[in-house]
């Protein structure tokens, strides 16, 4: 029931009508029996400065941030996280005396997702694909946890260039390296951690393939990609031969993260976890 005292935290995006971001964190308040009622805001991109000072304004306790605002927040916040900071890029906002706090949880829920597959990034040979924001947060992951090796691949070479000089300057991590997509021709290893974080295979255009090689594949131990609809995508069906995972689990836990810096004082369990990831699958199949 919503009374008078019912936090209110929310989702700022544009479009915002396909999140599930509010049917994950309504979930974990009833289940948790907490006050909390999680509502999708759709917010104009020339209204994202009105909409954190008005939020703020409205005892708003969180936002969590989606497309296309994650950057245009960064000048209405009173502080970021490392993360939010290095990847330039916030997705949690948490409300304090001065103003609302920057968090970027994205990296954090790759990270817990490839834990729990048992996934290790730590003196592995890492493939990036792609150079995007997405790419960001995975290549601040795979640097900070001691890849031995990143190669950013991606179709605009310059961009991957910009995003490993970006990541050499600002956590003195060296060993990235960026190339054009063809570039794993010159990858002399064959158990590689690849991480796909274009939109290439999302639905509808389920068929699409970045890399249609099959010996890229061959270079693979482990393959992520971050999209999550479809469940299997074509780049996880060619990767059949390595451990593959799509990105929900990945959204599941950037969720946790979020709804545990609103309420530092609650550790969602694991099988509430597990329960909510049940859930966005019944809702992702119910709308393919
Ligand atoms: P996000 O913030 O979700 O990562 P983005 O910043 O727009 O999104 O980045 C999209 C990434 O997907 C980029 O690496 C982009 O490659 P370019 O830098 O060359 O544009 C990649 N991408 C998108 N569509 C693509 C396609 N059809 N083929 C190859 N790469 C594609």
């Known amino acids: ?3 008078g005292k019912t936090n209110v935290c929310g989702v700022i995006g544009c479009p915002i009508e396909h999140t599930i971001s509010p049917l994950m964190h309504n979930f974990y308040a009833g ?3 907490l006050d909390l009622a999680y509502l999708p805001f759709l ?3 020339e209204q994202v400065e009105a909409a954190v000072r008005g939020a703020f304004a409205l005892n708003i306790k969180g936002l969590n941030v989606t497309v296309p605002h994650k950057q245009e927040v960064l000048p209405y916040l009173a ?3 490392e993360a939010a900071f290095v990847i330039g890029a916030v997705n949690t906002l948490v409300r304090t005396k001065e103003g609302y706090q920057g ?3 994205d990296a954090a829920g790759l990270h817990r997702a490839m834990q729990e597959e048992e996934v290790t990034i730590t003196g592995r040979t890492c493939i990036l694909l792609g150079a995007g924001g997405a790419a960001k947060a995975a ?3 795979l640097a900070k946890e001691g890849a031995k090796k990143i190669y950013v691949l991606n179709r605009s070479v310059e961009k991957a260039q910009q995003l490993a000089g970006y990541i050499r300057q600002t956590l003195g991590y060296q060993p990235i390296e960026a190339g054009s997509l063809a570039a794993w021709r010159q990858i002399d290893e064959n158990s590689c951690l690849a991480v796909q974080t274009t939109s290439v295979g999302m639905y509808p255009r389920v068929d699409d393939i970045l890399i249609d090689d099959p010996e890229f594949y061959e270079k693979l131990h482990t393959a992520i990609d971050i999209i999550y609809t479809p469940a299997e995508t074509g780049f996880m069906r060619m990767a059949a031969g390595a451990k593959t995972m799509n990105g929900l689990t990945m ?4 969720g946790v993260a979020a709804f545990e810096l609103w309420y530092p004082e609650i550790t969602l369990s694991e099988e509430l976890i597990e329960k909510a990831k049940q859930l966005l699958i019944r809702h992702l199949e119910g709308q393919a």
């Open 1 to 3: 029931m919503i009374s």
């Open 43 to 45: 917010v104009q991109p």
């Open 139 to 141: 290549a601040y992951l």
């Open 103 to 105: 968090y970027n949880t």
């Open 251 to 254: 959204l599941l836990y950037q």
């Open 31 to 33: 289940e948790t029996g």
């Open 79 to 81: 502080g970021l996280d």
